[in-house]
């Protein structure tokens, strides 16, 4: 059974950083895109970024230059480096596997159970 779950959410304030990491377990996902999204209250599962087979890495625009996403084949892992956090960057943020498309949510066949990340002012 595949498992993906997510951890090093919390509560911080703005400017502070967090890591999130994912690992995945019940198959091998090197082969697999790798990405990160997120959802906040009343909105739509937003793409945050994602990490390919050969390890290019994608990035929304509200995110590049603050967040850094990698990955770990060996241990079957991503995580995803944010600094410079914001308010609007609240949000319970999903790890997910999957190929195709990188931002697009339906090319993901496999999601985590998310991890709230809360920035405070």
């Known amino acids: 059974q595949v498992q993906l779950v997510e951890s090093g959410g919390g509560l911080v304030q703005a400017g502070d950083s967090l890591r999130l990491s994912c690992a995945a377990s019940g198959r091998t996902f090197s082969r697999y895109t790798m990405g990160w999204f997120r959802q906040a209250p009343g909105k739509e599962r937003e793409f945050v970024a994602a990490?390919?087979?050969?390890?290019?890495?994608y990035y929304a625009g509200s995110v590049k230059g603050r967040f850094t996403i990698s990955r770990d084949k060996a241990k079957n892992a991503v995580y995803l480096q944010m600094n410079s956090l914001k308010n609007e960057d609240t949000a319970v943020y999903y790890c997910?596997?999957?190929?195709?498309?990188?931002?697009?949510?339906?090319?993901?066949?496999?999601w985590g159970q998310g991890t709230q990340v809360t920035v405070s002012s």
């Open positions: 990490i390919s087979t050969n390890y290019a890495a």
């Open positions: 997910a596997v999957g190929g195709g498309s990188y931002n697009q949510k339906s090319s993901y066949d496999y």
